[in-house]
């Protein structure tokens, strides 16, 4: 009898051993990466899809600092799948919008201008394209170099390069737009568009 | 006029995870225990070397991925209990699978469950489950319409074993039942089944309070050769059907209603003719 599901070819004690240092180091990262791209309820599932992923497939895990660039590969795609399953419905209700969170946490001492741009920039991000998007968010808020992002998407570094340049561009046309829609609509509710 | 720099810095600033810090990161032995027995209910863990491989190839990758995955529930499958094993393309004799008793193992209660499913028989099925299970599968009608989907393509479940995990203190089991897999008719067209896939339950107070399908369509080589064939055939032969029958443009998931399901049905028997057909001259 299987004593539990584990990676094949791994003890059992070994991969717990492996797997909870794995968890230790990355846990709170991958919580950041997940609550920063999935709304509220879907972020625990997200995490441990991540990590339940991980934990089947203990023996493809490389070790040292890569081991965080392939729990945010994994994650990407449980991120991904989420995303589509959520706009399938949304499709089927006849509304398509997108699953990011558009609230932004605020800072203690952040003031309601301060949060207002924050969520309108965030707003903006929603118009890019999906991988520019990604690579943004990466940069910016993984802190992640373009060799790592391109490690993540799987996808070229010059790409990643253009991508990022594609992105900022476009996030700041988007973040004008919508600013001047805002202030030439002085009686919009609080929270901003739509 | 604010520049593209100021709104980089804005969106840095706008990172929703950065005063998100109060959360604290739970043990990670009782993690692990939860996860061995969190509630998912559909898992499309991609089994197939993905996040090792620097780069992937485009097509309908990771296959069908979703699509096989039969989605919350895997298909229409035929279990077969330990001593079927041999015979792994005999399906099941019709459905007689009894409630199981109060007293029933968590095994026996997983493959009453997947016993059920294999006969279609969604009403049986639904009696195995949890409410949150139910609802986390998207409800008796989902349920229905994946299974007639299943049935539609002729997938096949053929369960190899299934075997508990150690009881937790709190009455919670986790089952894992392997299976192989036809699907697309790959029996009927001489393929298959395709193996290495597995089914995750946890069972509580005789009932499924959780289950996850891992479905494995790459490394067993389902998806290069059933599900990508076919998915050419289609958008050859009849490329009207495509944003019928499939979710994307890479075909790589399928689309489940009414008329997508009549079309999986007649397209698939369809394919196997055509297959056939061009082995026919050979076979008597």
């Known amino acids: 009898m299987s004593e539990r599901m584990r990676a094949p070819g791994v003890s059992s004690s070994r991969a717990d051993s492996t797997f909870a240092q794995l968890y230790h180091r990355h846990h709170r990262q991958i919580r950041d990466y997940c609550r920063r791209r999935v709304a509220g309820d879907a972020v625990d599932d997200a995490v441990a899809e991540t990590f339940l992923t991980a934990w089947r497939r203990l023996d493809d895990v490389p070790s040292g600092d890569e081991a965080l660039l392939w729990l945010y590969r994994v994650a990407y795609r449980v991120v991904g799948h989420q995303w589509r399953t959520t706009a399938r419905r949304r499709r089927l209700d006849g509304r398509l919008r997108t699953m990011v969170p558009l609230v932004p946490v605020a800072a203690p001492d952040e003031s309601h201008a301060g949060r207002d741009e924050c969520r309108l920039v965030l707003e903006a991000a929603t118009f890019l394209n999906d991988t520019d998007a990604e690579v943004l968010r990466l940069v910016a808020w993984e802190q992640l170099s373009l060799a790592d992002v391109a490690e993540v998407l799987g996808i070229a570094p010059n790409a990643v390069k253009q991508r990022l340049h594609r992105a900022r561009r476009n996030l700041a046309r988007q973040y004008r737009k919508l600013e001047s829609r805002q202030t030439s609509t002085p009686e919009a509710p609080e929270g901003g568009a739509q | ?284």
């Not at chain 2, 009782?30 to 089994?47: E, K, P, V």
């Not at chain 2, 991925?65 to 079927?84: P, Q």
């Not at chain 2, 490394?219 to 290069?224: E, M």
């Not at chain 2, 499939?246 to 196997?272: F, P």
């Open chain 2, 1 to 284: 006029m604010i520049t593209d720099d100021d709104v980089m810095r804005l969106f840095e600033r706008a990172d929703p995870a950065r005063y998100d810090r109060a959360t604290s990161v739970p043990d990670a032995t009782g993690y692990l225990d939860a996860l061995r027995t969190r509630s998912i209910d559909m898992t499309i863990t991609q089994t197939t070397p993905l996040p090792t491989e620097p780069k992937r190839p485009p097509r309908w990758p990771i296959l069908l991925a979703a699509a096989a995955v039969v989605s919350i529930v895997v298909g229409a499958l035929v279990f077969a209990t330990r001593d079927d094993v041999a015979d792994p393309v005999t399906p099941a004799a019709p459905s007689v699978a009894p409630l199981p008793p109060v007293t029933a193992s968590p095994t026996e209660v997983a493959t009453a469950y997947l016993d059920a499913i294999g006969n279609h028989d969604v009403d049986l099925a639904t009696s195995h489950l949890s409410d949150g299970a139910l609802t986390r599968l998207g409800g008796p009608d989902e349920l229905r319409r994946q299974l007639e989907w299943a049935r539609a393509t002729g997938f096949e479940m053929l369960v190899t074993s299934c075997e508990p995990a150690t009881s937790s203190p709190t009455g919670v089991t986790p089952v894992t039942c392997a299976y192989d897999f036809n699907g697309i008719r790959s029996n009927e067209i001489g393929l298959g089944p395709f193996g290495g896939s597995t089914y995750r339950f946890t069972i509580q107070d005789g009932k499924v309070i959780s289950l996850s399908d891992s479905i494995e369509t790459g490394s067993n080589g389902f998806s290069t050769q059933v599900w990508e064939p076919f998915a050419e055939w289609v958008a050859l032969t009849h490329p009207d059907d495509v944003a019928i029958m499939y979710n994307d443009s890479s075909r790589s998931d399928y689309l489940v209603t009414d008329e997508s399901i009549r079309l999986w049905e007649q397209r698939t028997h369809e394919y196997v003719e055509h297959v056939l057909g061009g082995t026919a001259t050979t076979t008597p």
